[in-house]
C-alpha cells in the first residue's frame, strides 16, 4: 500500500459538524475483521437489537496531523453520501474520548480477494466473473455519477455477502472530483496504478478508477495480474508501457473489455456507463 503524499493544492471538504456522543457502550465487540494502517475494523452487536454489524475503529493517538484527521472527514463525508446495494452502508459515527468510530453494516462474506484464493484454479469462471465484475462496475459507476472516486480499487476492496452481491468498501483514499478535474495525491495499491499515476502527474481520477477495473477483472479471470515487477520501479516501467498478454483461455469478448480498459491513454478508455454497455457484460 502507497499512501497519499499530501497536496497543498487539492480540494477538501469543508469539516464536518462536531460528532456527536453517542454510546459506543451499546456494542458488544467482538473478533477483528481486518487492521489498516490507522484503524482497525471489528465485529460488534448491538446489545438492545442483537443486530451484527462492522466498527471501523481510529485510535485518535494515530490522527496526529491534518492531513489523516482531513483524510476521516473526508471518509466519513462519502460514506454519508452512499445509498446504493453495492457500497458499504454506514449506519452511524460514534465519539469517544479515545476513539472515532464507523458503524457500518456486516457484509458477512469474504473479500473478493479470499473468495478467488480459496477456488481451485485461483480465478472464476466467465458466468461467475461476469456477475460479480457488472456489479462492481455498477458500485463505481454510482459513486462517480456523485463525483466520488475511489481511487483504491482492487479484490481486497471488494466483499460478497452471502449471496455473492459485492460490497464496494474501503474509502480512505476516496475524494471528491468533478468530471475532468485532476486529482494530485499519488496513493493507490502499485498493481492497480493507472500509467498516469505511475508517472506522477496530475491525472482524473474517474478514468484511473475504470484502469484499476480492468486490471480487475483480468485478475478475476486469469488469476494473475497483467503487470509484473520484482520491485514497484520494474512494476512501473511495465504499467508505463502498457504492454501485456491475455490468456487465450479467456473468453474473447472479456478480452476486448480488458484491452479497451487497458488503454495507455486515459481519455480513450470506456466510462462505467460505456462499460455497462458492452455485449459481453449483456450476455
Known amino acids: 500500500?502507497?499512501?497519499?503524499?499530501?497536496?497543498?493544492?487539492?480540494?477538501?471538504?469543508?469539516?464536518?459538524?462536531?460528532?456527536?456522543?453517542n454510546k459506543i457502550e451499546n456494542y458488544a465487540i467482538g473478533k477483528q475483521l481486518g487492521q489498516g494502517a490507522y484503524a482497525t475494523v471489528r465485529l460488534a452487536t448491538q446489545k438492545k437489537t442483537k443486530e451484527l454489524v462492522a466498527i471501523k475503529i481510529y485510535e485518535k493517538c494515530k490522527l496526529t496531523d491534518t492531513r489523516k484527521?482531513?483524510?476521516?472527514?473526508?471518509?466519513?463525508?462519502?460514506?454519508?453520501?452512499?445509498?446504493?446495494?453495492?457500497?458499504?452502508k454506514l449506519y452511524d459515527v460514534l465519539d469517544t474520548s479515545k476513539t472515532i468510530n464507523l458503524i457500518t453494516e456486516c457484509i458477512g462474506g469474504p473479500s473478493l480477494h479470499s473468495y478467488i484464493k480459496k477456488q481451485s484454479d485461483r480465478k472464476l469462471n466467465d458466468q461467475e466473473a461476469k456477475s460479480i465484475f457488472k456489479q462492481i462496475v455498477q458500485?463505481?459507476?454510482?459513486?462517480?455519477?456523485?463525483?466520488?472516486?475511489?481511487?483504491d480499487l482492487k479484490l481486497e476492496?471488494?466483499?460478497?455477502?452471502?449471496?455473492?452481491?459485492?460490497?464496494?468498501?474501503?474509502?480512505?483514499?476516496?475524494?471528491?472530483?468533478?468530471?475532468?478535474?485532476?486529482?494530485?495525491?499519488?496513493?493507490?495499491?502499485?498493481?492497480?496504478?493507472?500509467?498516469?499515476?505511475?508517472?506522477?502527474?496530475d491525472y482524473i481520477g474517474q478514468y484511473a478508477d475504470v484502469w484499476a477495473l480492468g486490471?480487475?477483472?483480468?485478475?478475476?479471470?486469469?488469476?494473475?495480474?497483467?503487470?509484473?515487477?520484482?520491485?514497484?520501479?520494474?512494476?512501473?516501467?511495465?504499467?508505463?508501457?502498457?504492454?501485456?498478454?491475455?490468456?487465450?483461455?479467456?473468453?474473447?469478448?472479456?478480452?476486448?473489455?480488458?484491452?479497451?480498459?487497458?488503454?495507455?491513454?486515459?481519455?480513450?478508455?470506456p466510462s462505467c456507463e460505456d462499460l455497462l454497455k458492452e455485449t459481453w457484460l449483456q450476455e
Not at 503524499?5 to 469543508?14: E, V, W
Not at 476492496?157 to 480512505?172: A, C, S, T, Y
Open 215 to 269: 486490471v480487475l477483472l483480468f485478475a478475476i479471470l486469469t488469476g494473475s495480474f497483467p503487470f509484473k515487477g520484482t520491485s514497484d520501479r520494474e512494476l512501473f516501467r511495465k504499467i508505463e508501457s502498457c504492454k501485456f498478454v491475455i490468456p487465450d483461455n479467456v473468453d474473447l469478448g472479456a478480452q476486448n473489455v480488458i484491452k479497451r480498459i487497458l488503454h495507455k491513454a486515459p481519455m480513450e478508455r
Open 157 to 201: 476492496n471488494i466483499m460478497l455477502d452471502k449471496d455473492k452481491n459485492v460490497r464496494l468498501i474501503d474509502f480512505g483514499f476516496s475524494t471528491i472530483s468533478g468530471k475532468g478535474q485532476m486529482c494530485k495525491i499519488f496513493c493507490g495499491t502499485p498493481s492497480y496504478m493507472a500509467p498516469e499515476i505511475v508517472k506522477n502527474v
Open 139 to 151: 458500485a463505481v459507476a454510482y459513486c462517480h455519477s456523485l463525483n466520488i472516486v475511489h481511487r
Open 1 to 21: 500500500m502507497i499512501t497519499p503524499r499530501p497536496i497543498s493544492s487539492i480540494s477538501m471538504p469543508n469539516d464536518l459538524k462536531p460528532l456527536p456522543k
Open 69 to 88: 484527521k482531513t483524510g476521516l472527514k473526508r471518509e466519513i463525508h462519502i460514506l454519508k453520501l452512499l445509498d446504493h446495494p453495492y457500497t458499504l
